[in-house]
């Protein structure tokens, strides 16, 4: 069958930034599965894989709007160090989590000063095109519980122990 909305697919993938590094992989894991249509990856890379079929491989080019957005300068704040936890190890690169009017965020450190900690609460690959080397590994209908759940079952995914 084709990838079309409510399929289970498999995927294996390499992610590299604009600079050629790679930034993730399936490979040294296990195939990424997932719901097609329900917004579970990134809008281009589904909008990509629909109409696919198991086997193919394709190489997909995504630009910061279809994936995790472009880097918004006022979502990086400064916030005073007293609203941290006495035990936060605020170091350049530490990641917490933060609320905000959108629901919980994560933010990461991008700089500390005495009195102030700087946060950027953009996605780290905000502002990024990437590109994903992708394999279709599996391609099946979705059963009726693993709809209702909008979740992947079985031994390759979610596991209800
Ligand atoms: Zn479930």
Known sequence: MRIEKNAVVGIE???TGEDGQVIDSSREREPLYYIQGLGQIIP???TALEGRSHGEELRVKVPPEAGYGEHRRELIREVPKERFPDDADLEIGNQFRASSEQ???VVTVTQVAEEVVTVD???PLAGETLNF???IVEVREASTEELDHGHVH???GHDHA
Do not use: K, M, R
Request: proline share 6%; charged share 20%.
């Open 121 to 123: 609460a953009n996605h």
């Open 13 to 15: 993938y390499t992610l």
């Open 44 to 46: 281009g890379l589904e």
């Open 133 to 135: 080397e992708v394999e």
């Open 154 to 156: 079985g031994q390759d």
């Open 103 to 105: 629901g919980p965020i």
